[in-house]
Nanobody, 124 residues
Framework: QVRLVESGGGLVQAGGSLRLSCAIS????????MGWFRQAPGKEREFVAA????????YYADSVKGRFTISRNNAKNTIDLQMSSLKPEDTAAYYC?????????????????WGQGTQVTVSS
């Protein structure tokens, strides 16, 4: 079993920055793909970014490319999402997820393990 716990959400003004962290515990995850998704009220859960635990090439949604950076913190055993130049449309609950299915890194359907989510609110 893999346990994921997100932290770092909050309220920020447009143009500001936030750093989310996903703490990972449980079974060995060295072969896992780690992803960040978000879901705004009334909308479907959407892909934000992903990276393999082994540290391969990251993947980003077009809407966040150049503004968000996903990274692995070996010392803390976390997957972090640095978010900059935040916009009101980035407001959502952000979820960390893990999978060993690499068939479609952008689909929430292939991710087996999920955190409880952390809220990010960007004011205009």
């Amino acid at each position: 079993q893999v346990r994921l716990v997100e932290s770092g959400g909050g309220l920020v003004q447009a143009g500001g920055s936030l750093r989310l962290s996903c703490a990972i515990s449980g079974r060995t995850i060295s072969t896992y793909l780690m992803g960040w998704f978000r879901q705004a009220p009334g909308k479907e859960r959407e892909f934000v970014a992903a990276i393999t635990w082994s540290g391969g090439t990251p993947y980003y949604a077009d809407s966040v490319k150049g503004r968000f950076t996903i990274s692995r913190n070996n010392a803390k055993n976390t997957i972090d999402l640095q978010m900059s130049s935040l916009k009101p449309e980035d407001t959502a609950a952000y979820y960390c997820a893990a999978t060993n299915d690499l068939s479609d890194v952008r689909s929430p359907n292939v991710y087996r393990y999920w955190g409880q989510g952390t809220q990010v609110t960007v004011s205009s």
